[in-house]
């Protein structure tokens, strides 16, 4: 059950158990992949949207747009969701009638994290300290222009109204972050089993 006031995030191994089928769409966005683990996370994560999604809704998980190309389901535009992936981990968030965006990120070396911090991060933010910092407070920022349904199209400005911005714990070697439309609500975390 989905709760108003509550978001639930998924920590979704890419690497394990089964999937489901993909849909015919997935099948043919994934064959544009240029290498078979590329294919294999995508397929994998949506797959996890879809078994996730199908808990909270029995209408048809029949995928739609925004004008800037943030998802919803047409069926039911009041469950809101947001997925994010980094090589074998993916995260699902879903909330009730509240805009929600997710972000995740392997911490990696990244000599360049400076210059991509002043090129992308909107004015006011500080400098990140190091590699690590970089990739936590981007995450933040990605999520929150996740949840605002501008993604990367946002970059280098703050969205309107009120965000608020949590990191979340997607395990080891990787830094992440929720962002919601209002005040922190509750957040569930779960493990995705398939």
Known sequence: ML?????HVWRVRLNRGKALPPTAEEAAR????????LRRRYLRSHAALRAIL???????LEFALHEKGKPYLASAPQIRFNLAHSRE???VAVAREVEVGVDIERVRPL?????IAQRYFPAGYTSP???RDFFRHWTRFEALLKAHGAGLYGAGATPP????VAEIDAGPGFTAALAVEGPLP???IHNYQP
């Open 3 to 7: 709760n108003p006031g509550e978001i």
């Open 30 to 37: 994934a064959a544009r992949f240029l290498t078979p683990a």
């Open 54 to 60: 199908a808990n909270f809704t029995d209408a048809p």
């Open 89 to 91: 981990m993916a995260l």
């Open 111 to 115: 000599p360049e994290y400076a210059a």
């Open 129 to 131: 300290t190091g590699v």
């Open 161 to 164: 109204g009120v965000w608020t």
């Open 186 to 188: 509750t957040i569930i």
